[in-house]
């Protein structure tokens, strides 16, 4: 696609559900990125693909986050029970090689009710 | 010692004047170093790049790099309102080159 494109563009929930946020990279793009933003801070990492596997997940805060990129394409982070913490704008990035020009979507808001 | 260092601000400048937005980082064995923009409420845009010591200049943007100093500035000539906004410092760590971001400074320029 001409960008990355994450889905959905909103997303609640309850207290205790599991979500699937989504993340379609830029075509061709071998690196991708997951981050969360909380308001007034900078992207925080989560998590860096490369190819189908994870390169670095060193930024998963706990193992109720768990991330997916079978194909090395379209990626999947999954949050089983959610708590109200986890609100936050969760952000996606691709770019065409690790350390280069990495390129966002428009972020899923995620709000824990 | 935060790995990636901003001063939040905001910083204000007048229409026209020239904005400087500064970052240090804490890793010596960094490549690269990218610049976004982020207007509220939206994702982070990149509008800047630069791999070399020295200067680099797109348009009224001039990304200046000093390796030895772990300095990475943003210059914004002929600032317009437009230009509002939350400008994030991006540096990939060496080695995984997860990208650590500051926590952006924000700037206001006044019409």
């Known amino acids: 696609g001409a960008g990355v494109s994450q889905t959905p563009s909103n997303k609640v929930t309850e207290k205790g559900k599991y979500v699937e946020l989504r993340c379609d990279p830029i075509?061709?793009?071998?690196?991708l990125y997951w981050y969360r933003q909380s308001l007034g801070q900078g992207p925080e990492f989560l998590i860096y693909?490369?190819?189908?596997?994870?390169?670095?997940d060193s930024g998963l805060p706990n193992d109720r986050f768990f991330a997916v990129r079978p194909e090395g394409s379209v990626s999947t982070l999954k949050i089983q029970r959610t708590e109200r913490g986890d609100s936050a704008v969760y952000l996606c990035?691709?770019?065409?090689?690790?350390?280069?020009?990495?390129?966002f979507g428009q972020g899923t808001r995620l709000t824990v009710v | 010692q935060k790995e990636v260092e901003q001063n939040s601000g905001p910083l204000s400048v007048p229409e026209g004047a020239i904005a400087s937005l500064n970052c240090t980082y804490s890793?010596?064995?960094?490549?690269?170093f990218f610049w976004y923009r982020q207007y509220s409420g939206k994702s982070p845009e990149l509008i800047m790049s630069?791999?070399?010591?020295g200067d680099k200049e797109d348009g009224r943007f001039t990304a200046q790099l000093n390796k030895a100093s772990q300095y990475v500035s943003l210059l914004i000539r002929d600032s317009q309102p437009s230009d509002s906004a939350t400008y994030l410092c991006?540096?990939?760590?060496?080695?995984?080159?997860?990208?650590?971001f500051g926590t952006g400074t924000r700037l206001k320029v006044l019409a």
């Open positions: 890793d010596r064995g960094s490549q690269s």
């Open positions: 991006a540096v990939p760590t060496s080695g995984t080159y997860k990208y650590i």
């Open positions: 630069i791999y070399s010591n």
């Open positions: 990035a691709s770019s065409g090689q690790a350390g280069t020009e990495a390129f």
């Open positions: 075509s061709g793009h071998t690196a």
């Open positions: 693909f490369q190819g189908t596997g994870a390169a670095d």
